[in-house]
């Protein structure tokens, strides 16, 4: 089994910045794949940003240029600096691994940005 603790989450003006980490443990062997996607209310989960093996980067239209992910191979740990946060960025931000043909997901952190 794999855990994942995510963290960075909270209540921030527009324009503002957030930095989102999310720290796998347990039994990993290999990781394919790290990522973050966010479900906002009402919507469904989209992908927001995702790095692959050998360090392909991954976005979605939306967060380009304001946002950046990365990950710290050593300790398996995931980051996701926002930027220039907008309203519309609000949601339940969600760490995804994606292991030996698995997905784990952790427990979601909520990002909210007041006007």
């Known amino acids: 089994q794999v855990q994942l603790v995510e963290s960075g989450g909270g209540l921030v003006q527009a324009g503002g910045s957030l930095r989102l980490s999310c720290a796998a443990s347990?039994?990993?062997?290999?990781?394919?794949?790290m990522g973050w996607y966010r479900q906002a209310p009402g919507k469904q989960r989209e992908l927001v940003a995702r790095?692959?093996?050998?360090?392909?980067?991954i976005y979605a239209d939306s967060v380009k240029g304001r946002f950046t992910i990365s990950r710290d191979n050593a300790n398996n740990t995931v980051y996701l600096q926002i930027d220039s946060l907008k309203p519309e960025d609000t949601a339940v931000y969600y760490c995804?691994?994606?292991?030996?043909?698995?997905?784990?997901w952790g427990q979601g952190t909520q990002v909210t940005v007041s006007s």
């Open positions: 790095v692959i093996s050998g360090g392909t980067t």
């Open positions: 995804n691994v994606v292991s030996r043909g698995n997905n784990y």
């Open positions: 347990g039994s990993i062997f290999s990781i394919n794949a």
